[in-house]
């Protein structure tokens, strides 16, 4: 039986209605245990192995996981009535050992975290959940959660696999796929306010200002988030087709590099094209996994300077990688422009 939350759909200037899944309230088989004073119904999908995740029922009568986990410090909590109910919040699932998107997502989170700014821990909430519990103990978290300077009111979980992977299903966010295959995990994350029933399943790649907006104000009953207050009536009428390597830059990059903007977590890269060897460049862009693992000499210097914050290997083909170059060749020299990013200080 699928029962539907109250939905409110949330439209932005920037992007088109948010992608909205239903949360599934499952009926028998169930199988009542005790946890503390509380008595849960443990639910098994028949599709699926049996997990038996937790489930707390919130107010609007919909069941939703409630697994216990530990965050960053090594405290325990329940995941809906600790950490969900009644906050607007925002949850997506990473891994520290990832090599490709997982520290491009962490770091579009960080930029979320800067433009929500003092709200941060008072109303609004981000969790960050680990897909792989044996690697990532609270200590791991606690560190990688420091190399992204994440502040007040982002907190970094682990606990059980099966039970987080029962979890992932339970809020649409887990295919089959992801299960044997870490680096193919969804790029997906959940945002809401529990205590209106609005939830939304959006992309980690989104514009950091929509998912800002998302959070501030419209999942906020409309309150102001106090930068973000552009109006669509100054938006133009046609927008430029960009450029692929500005693209690239744009929803890859930005949230940790500037262009003219000073370091953030990662350099400015203005000038690069001139300040390192075309091939070295080339190379660092195409597989940075690869040249720390190689323990190039200048690599393995920027990665002491940011905090042993790896660039991600985005996995991007040599067009495309030739591209950015040439992109940022016209930033850098003949433009003198300046592009800021999330991470600058």
């Given at each position: 039986?699928?029962?539907?939350?109250?939905?409110?759909?949330?439209?932005?200037?920037?992007?088109?209605?948010?992608?909205?899944?239903?949360?599934?309230?499952?009926?028998?088989?169930?199988?009542?245990?005790?946890?503390?004073?509380?008595?849960?119904?443990?639910?098994?999908?028949?599709?699926?192995?049996?997990?038996?995740?937790?489930?707390?029922?919130?107010?609007?009568?919909?069941?939703?996981?409630?697994?216990?986990?530990?965050d960053?410090?090594?405290?325990?909590?329940?995941?809906?009535?600790?950490?969900?109910?009644?906050?607007?919040f925002?949850?997506?699932?990473?891994?520290?050992?990832?090599?490709?998107?997982?520290?491009?997502?962490?770091?579009?989170?960080?930029?979320?975290?800067?433009?929500?700014?003092?709200?941060?821990?008072?109303?609004?909430?981000?969790?960050?959940?680990?897909?792989?519990?044996?690697?990532?103990?609270?200590?791991?978290?606690?560190?990688?959660?420091?190399?992204?300077?994440?502040?007040?009111?982002?907190?970094?979980?682990?606990?059980?696999e099966?039970?987080?992977?029962?979890?992932?299903?339970?809020?649409?966010?887990?295919?089959?796929?992801?299960?044997?295959?870490?680096?193919?995990?969804?790029?997906?994350?959940?945002?809401?306010?529990?205590?209106?029933?609005?939830?939304?399943?959006?992309?980690?790649?989104?514009?950091?200002?929509?998912?800002?907006?998302?959070?501030?104000?419209?999942?906020?009953?409309?309150?102001e988030?106090?930068?973000?207050?552009?109006?669509?009536?100054?938006?133009?009428?046609?927008?430029?087709?960009?450029?692929?390597?500005e693209?690239i830059?744009?929803?890859?990059?930005?949230?940790?590099?500037?262009?003219?903007?000073?370091?953030?977590?990662?350099?400015?890269?203005k000038?690069?094209?001139?300040?390192?060897?075309?091939?070295?460049?080339?190379?660092?862009?195409?597989?940075?996994?690869?040249?720390?693992?190689?323990?190039?000499?200048?690599?393995?210097?920027?990665?002491?300077?940011?905090?042993?914050?790896?660039?991600?290997?985005?996995?991007?083909?040599?067009?495309?990688?030739?591209?950015?170059?040439?992109?940022?060749?016209?930033?850098?020299?003949?433009?003198?422009?300046?592009?800021e990013?999330?991470?600058?200080?």
């Open positions: 039986m699928w029962l539907r939350m109250k939905i409110s759909i949330l439209f932005t200037t920037a992007t088109v209605a948010a992608s909205i899944f239903p949360i599934r309230s499952v009926a028998a088989p169930a199988e009542a245990i005790t946890s503390g004073n509380n008595t849960r119904k443990m639910v098994a999908e028949k599709s699926y192995p049996i997990v038996n995740p937790n489930l707390a029922t919130t107010a609007n009568g919909v069941l939703f996981p409630n697994p216990e986990l530990t960053h410090t090594g405290k325990k909590v329940r995941f809906y009535d600790h950490l969900i109910k009644g906050k607007i925002l949850v997506n699932f990473i891994y520290t050992s990832c090599e490709a998107y997982c520290p491009m997502e962490t770091a579009r989170v960080k930029k979320f975290q800067d433009l929500l700014g003092e709200r941060m821990g008072k109303d609004i909430f981000f969790y960050s959940i680990s897909i792989d519990p044996e690697t990532d103990t609270p200590e791991v978290l606690a560190a990688y959660r420091k190399k992204f300077n994440a502040g007040p009111g982002w907190t970094f979980l682990t606990g059980n099966a039970e987080i992977d029962a979890m992932r299903r339970h809020l649409g966010l887990l295919v089959d796929t992801d299960i044997d295959d870490k680096k193919d995990h969804g790029l997906n994350m959940l945002i809401g306010n529990e205590k209106s029933g609005q939830w939304m399943r959006r992309s980690n790649l989104d514009k950091a200002e929509v998912i800002a907006t998302l959070l501030g104000e419209n999942l906020s009953e409309w309150r988030t106090g930068g973000l207050t552009n109006s669509f009536v100054n938006a133009p009428l046609k927008v430029a087709a960009m450029p692929r390597g693209e830059y744009k929803t890859r990059c930005i949230d940790c590099h500037s262009i003219g903007g000073g370091d953030g977590l990662g350099p400015d890269l000038n690069v094209t001139k300040t390192r060897d075309l091939k070295w460049l080339t190379s660092w862009i195409s597989a940075p996994n690869k040249m720390l693992a190689a323990k190039d000499p200048i690599a393995t210097a920027m990665l002491v300077q940011f905090k042993g914050l790896a660039m991600p290997n985005l996995g991007l083909s040599e067009f495309d990688v030739g591209l950015v170059i040439e992109f940022l060749k016209g930033s850098s020299g003949e433009s003198n422009m300046t592009i990013q999330g991470g600058a200080k």
